[in-house]
């Protein structure tokens, strides 16, 4: 395991369970003791947690789905799944973006790219926010709704009233977790009706997530593999290769 997906997947345990020893850390990611303590500083450095006698504990800001927290981790994947996405969109497109770091991150792309004319729709605050207040001329819907704590995603009836008003080209969409067995995964229950109302005013439809994202299967169940065109991500192993060849429906790795 690398050890950039080895802090995430720390990370992540120590944010369902509050706190966690070094040895309850060892055992459960099958790594040194020393391994883990520089793990644990590294999360200790970027504030992410704090060291405790016997283990460490989740900073108190940076709950689960917190926008900040997750930015920072797999920053430089999410900016080459953003470059790859770039190809995808055309001058005069309609796009939709999903909330989330890795959407925030093709946003800032899409303000510095030389694309023109994209109609862009998204439930993200923080996404508007940065599309507006740049020099580009994109037109910006943005979906309205009730902003959730953490990560700014605009959720509720009021949402989904407005989504249902446009018919869009390509939705991308970051996810919580991508699995075979599983689908298309999301953590939050409402931010998953979200995307699946999306996708489904949607004419293409494209996971963006990092490699770590793979094998995960979080609690709401949104969209099955076969419902999307094509997953953005930074790497791409043989095995996930050869194992989206054998689906029924071709889904482009990018």
């Given amino acids: 395991m690398l050890s950039e997906e080895r802090r995430m ?12 020893t070094t040895d309850e850390l060892i055992e459960k990611f099958n790594a040194s003791g020393s391994t883990i303590r520089r793990d644990l500083e590294y999360l200790a450095n970027k504030q992410f947690i ?12 940076y709950t689960e789905g917190s926008f900040i927290v997750n930015y920072n981790f797999m920053k430089e994947e999410k900016q080459i799944i953003a470059r790859k996405t ?3 969109i055309e001058d005069n497109d309609f796009i939709a973006l999903s909330g989330g770091t890795t959407s925030y991150m093709l946003a800032y792309e899409l303000i510095n790219s030389s694309l023109r004319d994209l109609t862009i729709l998204t439930n993200s605050v923080n996404i508007s926010t940065l599309i507006i ?31 249902r008003n446009f018919n869009i080209d390509k939705f991308f969409v970051g996810v919580n977790g991508i ?5 298309i995964t999301f953590s939050n229950m409402e931010e998953a009706e979200i995307a699946k109302e999306v996708h489904s005013h949607s004419r293409k439809t494209y996971v963006i997530a990092d490699h770590t994202k793979f094998g995960i299967i979080k609690s709401a169940r949104t969209l099955e593999i076969n419902e999307i065109d094509g997953i ?19 889904i482009e790795l990018i």
């Fill in 9 to 20: 997947k720390i990370f992540e345990y120590l944010k369902s369970k509050t706190s966690a």
């Fill in 50 to 61: 704090r060291r405790t006698h016997s283990g460490a504990i989740v900073n108190t800001p």
């Fill in 86 to 88: 770039l190809k995808l």
């Fill in 133 to 163: 207040e740049s020099t580009k001329n994109f037109r910006l819907i943005l979906t309205g709704g009730m902003p959730r704590k953490g990560t700014y995603e605009c959720i509720g009836e009021i949402a989904l009233r407005t989504i």
């Fill in 179 to 183: 699995s075979i067995k599983g689908g």
């Fill in 232 to 250: 953005i991500t930074d790497f791409i192993s043989e095995n996930l290769d050869k194992t989206f060849k054998g689906l029924n429906k071709k």
